[in-house]
């Protein structure tokens, strides 16, 4: 029987100086869901993405990827196992077009020598092509297509987010890790990429959700994960969490009964 388990954490550990950022002591995150991560400010949410992506280096633990142990794998790698991500604070390349910032994002050796052939403007092959309509479908998905040769600078900070969603999902990723998508942006557009994320889960993308809009995670999750002071305190469907004592005391303070 073919095991549901997609990503594996256990002992994931990272301190700065005094403060224990992240305490994690096993969590598995199940193929086919989209699971949202909560919790106050501080509690260690982007640093544990920054863990499992490997932009940062935990103390010690293990992190299990379709049963391969990927903790000591650089970002580029666990791009090319399909592990991608987006920021908090969005990084795209302002001074290409869309259309650079997403051949610039292939991160296999074939579609480097793609990209490099479309930056010089050589003739297309049929490889070539594909990337090509591969960036066009993408686009179309965001709602960029008609932007595509403008620079990143042009864009809104909401476009610029679905920009780097897109540079993510070039790679064709199995897990999408998703920090704070509808920070900053307009109620229309949230909507619009709350829609986006549960069509990428609908085709078989795997998305873990960092994001402060409760109604927009509960609206959306089949599991919510809640963190405070770098551990998981507690880790179930939308109604369990929302009634949760412990949430409930990590986001307004213990209450004397």
């Known amino acids: 029987m073919r095991s549901n388990k997609l990503l594996s954490v256990n002992s994931l550990k990272k301190r700065f100086g005094g403060l224990q950022a992240v305490d994690v002591e096993t969590i598995d995150f199940s193929k086919n869901q989209i699971t949202s991560l909560i919790g106050p400010n501080g509690a260690g949410k982007t640093t544990f993405f920054d863990l499992l992506t490997k932009f940062q280096n935990p103390d010690e633990g293990r992190v299990i990827f379709e049963g391969s142990n990927v903790t000591s794998l650089p970002s580029y790698k666990l791009a090319r196992l399909g592990i991608t991500r987006t920021f908090q604070l969005t990084r795209v390349f302002e001074k290409m077009t869309v259309l650079e910032n997403m051949q ?77 998508p509808l920070a900053g942006v307009n109620p229309k557009l949230a909507e619009e990429i709350l829609e986006i994320i549960k069509k990428l889960n609908d085709d078989g993308i795997n998305i873990i959700m960092v994001e402060h809009n409760i109604n927009a995670v509960m609206k959306i999750s089949e599991r919510v994960v809640v963190m405070a002071e770098g551990k998981i305190i507690s880790d179930g469907n939308p109604d369990f969490v929302r009634s949760d004592k412990k949430v409930i005391e990590a986001y307004l303070g213990k209450v004397d009964e």
């Not at 010089?120 to 965001?142: A, C, F, T, V, W």
């Not at 987010?161 to 920090?179: C, M, S, V």
């Open 104 to 180: 610039f994002s292939g991160s296999s050796p074939k579609n480097e020598s793609i990209t490099r052939g479309l930056l010089q403007g050589k003739n297309l092959h049929n490889s070539e092509r594909d990337l090509e309509n591969e960036i066009d479908k993408i686009l179309d998905l965001l709602n960029l297509k008609h932007m595509k040769l403008s620079y990143a600078r042009e864009l809104s900070g909401g476009q610029k987010k679905l920009l780097e969603l897109g540079r993510a999902l070039i790679n064709k990723p199995k897990l999408l890790l998703l920090d704070e």
